[in-house]
């Protein structure tokens, strides 16, 4: 059995690369001691400088160079290819290649704009990637399971096996985007770090001596290379947020119904009080932006009995930029901001890139107040329980599949062997408390509008994704900072600030770390290491605001630079 799930593993990682065509074969891999960064000038060297134009241009400005026909869907897909060939061979970020089915469907968006002179729709030409969750016809699936290696989600003889597609990949396929490869996560999707059995360990392409965060390490690993403009992930607990901010990318956590998530594979299907959610990366809040809101003109409620039939509501992101050019003190954003939950206190680069933000709306006039909320410790345990009501039972058996073993950052979730499952009874006593600590933050939030003196509550929280500013390996142990927002279910985005600097990002003398988890996190932290990694932060909103929060993206990005 050990030899065989070797066996499997190593032909399925032989066949990733072997579809690399030999010409964008790399014949050197550097070691991180000889190239910590592989961003940048180092990748370029590898690409003609019209690839390099074309791949460090947004998503928003592809689809608009597409649409003028100044670009050809053809060259845009055969530029990302190469790109994302490249960083695969980096820092082992993709999981499914299919270059030459996505070149045939640019060569058919071409021919459909040569003859009538327009696009098929909004994302005509785009190159999109995605998290490998989802279905794609004549595309495997493995969520990185060993045992999913030929099978449909597990099972060998399913009729679906090669046929079926995510709902919002027929839907990306209408809005003319073209798909060509799947990017890798960390079996079971339950790590801030991605590693499994088939290709490894995938890296930071920033800094190659730390992870590129998870679940969607893939999407993040391959979109700070810009081997893609944009693509989506999933998040349940931090697994969208967590990528973008490790590698200094804009991206969004909705609330749960507004995307469509119908037809997806995922880890413990069924469980329901914590619903995993998915959503876009990339390298612009505009980017963002487009990526979700051509989704939503899709109508994706008539096809996903979960998502709420809710159309893009211009008048919210609107609101938000008639508010940042009034220059009355009432007609101010306000936010409140949260250095520290009070279990772990972000590292220095993270307390940098949060007193930057301050620091930047402040300064253009808007109201920033401490964030004072209900312990977000309760909910954390709350949203913890959710993830093993099953005592899991059902990564366990996808790990049996193969017997292939669990990483260590799984084991520390689901040991070695299932435990005891929850009893209805549990479940429901869990949902309630959710529910009362939703009630509780929600009326901490409303009081805020007695603080801000804009005559409404605050606008949005200013804190951490995570502790670090990209974990190392087998050291992401803390998920507070993401977990409460899953249990929340609010929206929040991502916005990268910063990098470490090792001259300016130290702990203050005489910090005394609160507890034991927090004096890991501090003893953890080696400012050389980090030095030149991102550091970003979320801005948390409320529930279905995502037209609002991203706005707000693009407007804070803006005042810092971005």
Known sequence: MVADWKSRAKAKRDAILNSIPTEWRLSNIPSPEEQKDVTGPYIQQFLTKPEIEITETDAVGIAEKVAAGSWTAVDVTKAFCHRAALAHQLVNCLHEVFF????????????????????????????????????????????????????????????????????MVRELRNLGAVLYCKTSVPHTLMS?????????????????????????????????????????????????????????????????????????????DGQNSVLSVVGPLATSARAVRLLTQTLLSQEPWLHDPLVVDMPWRDAEEQAVREIVKSAS???????????????????????????????????????????KPPAHQRLVDIVGKTWIYDGGKDVHDAFALSGEPLSTQIKLSYGDKPIEEYKASQISANNIAKRRFQKEY?????????????????????????????????????????????????????????????????????????????????????????????????????????????????????????
């Open 329 to 371: 003190s009432r007609g101010q954003l306000a936010f409140g901001v949260l250095n520290s939950d009070g279990v772990v206190m972000p590292q220095p680069p993270i307390q940098r890139a949060i007193a930057t933000v301050v620091e930047a709306l402040g300064n253009a006039g808007h109201k920033v107040i401490e964030w």
């Open 100 to 167: 030459d089915a996505a070149i045939a469907s640019a060569k058919a968006l071409d021919e459909f704009y040569a003859q009538h002179k327009k696009t098929i729709g909004p994302l005509h030409g785009v190159p999109v990637s995605l998290k490998d969750q989802f279905h794609v016809k004549g595309v495997e699936t493995t969520m990185g399971y060993v045992g999913w290696i030929g099978t449909f989600e597990g099972i060998r003889e399913d009729p679906r096996r090669g046929k079926f597609e995510s709902e």
């Open 442 to 562: 929600l009326d901490y939030w409303n009081s805020t509008a007695q603080e801000t003196g804009t005559g409404r509550a605050v606008d949005g929280i200013i804190m951490a994704v995570s502790p670090y500013p990209a974990a190392r390996p087998e050291k992401y142990n803390y998920y507070g900072y993401t977990s409460v927002v899953n249990g929340l279910d609010y929206t929040s985005v991502v916005v990268p600030v910063t990098t470490a600097d090792k001259s300016k990002d130290r702990y203050i003398d005489g910090f005394t770390p609160i507890n034991d988890l927090d004096k890991k996190t501090f003893d953890d932290y080696d400012a050389d290491l980090y030095d030149g990694a991102y550091a970003s932060v979320q801005i948390v909103g409320r529930r279905y605001t995502e037209e609002k929060m991203l706005a707000i993206a693009e407007y804070v990005g803006g005042l810092i630079g971005k």
């Open 192 to 268: 801030g770090e991605t590693v499994n059995n088939i290709i490894g360990y995938t890296w930071n392409p920033k800094n190659r001596y730390l992870c590129s965060g998870g679940s969607s390490g893939g999407e993040g690993a391959l979109i700070s290379l810009r081997g893609s403009p944009g693509g989506y992930g999933t998040d349940i607990g931090g697994s969208i947020r967590i990528p973008a901010a490790f590698n200094g990318l804009f991206g969004i956590r909705p609330t749960s119904g507004r995307l469509p998530y119908e037809g997806m594979a995922n880890s413990m």
